[in-house]
Nanobody
Framework: QVQLVESGGGLVQPGGSLRLSCAAS????????MGWYRRAPGKERELVAI???????NYADSVKGRFTISRDNAKSTVYLQMNSLKPEDTAVYYC?????????WGQGTPVTVSS
């Protein structure tokens, strides 16, 4: 079993920054892909960014150049640095990891971008 604990969400003004963290615990051996999705009010869940074990990354077009995903394998933690935040980034952000054929989701952390 893998447990995911997210932190770092909150309220920020447009143009501000936040850093999300997601720490995996339990049976973390063989976790490959780690990443973040988000669900904005009234919208479908969408990919934000993912990072492989080899640290290859993929970003949604809407966040390229503003968000940076990274991981610390020793801590089994994935991070999402979010800069130049916009109101349209308001959403619940979900951490997810892939272990073998399992996809494990976190509980979500809300991010609100508003003045």
């Amino acid at each position: 079993q893998v447990q995911l604990v997210e932190s770092g969400g909150g309220l920020v003004q447009p143009g501000g920054s936040l850093r999300l963290s997601c720490a995996a615990s339990g049976s973390v051996v063989s976790i490959t892909v780690m990443g973040w999705y988000r669900r904005a009010p009234g919208k479908e869940r969408e990919l934000v960014a993912i990072i492989t074990g080899g640290r290859s990354t993929n970003y949604a077009d809407s966040v390229k150049g503003r968000f940076t995903i990274s991981r610390d394998n020793a801590k089994s933690t994935v991070y999402l640095q979010m800069n130049s935040l916009k109101p349209e980034d308001t959403a619940v952000y979900y951490c997810h990891v892939i272990k073998g054929n399992q996809v494990i989701w976190g509980q979500g952390t809300p991010v609100t971008v508003s003045s």
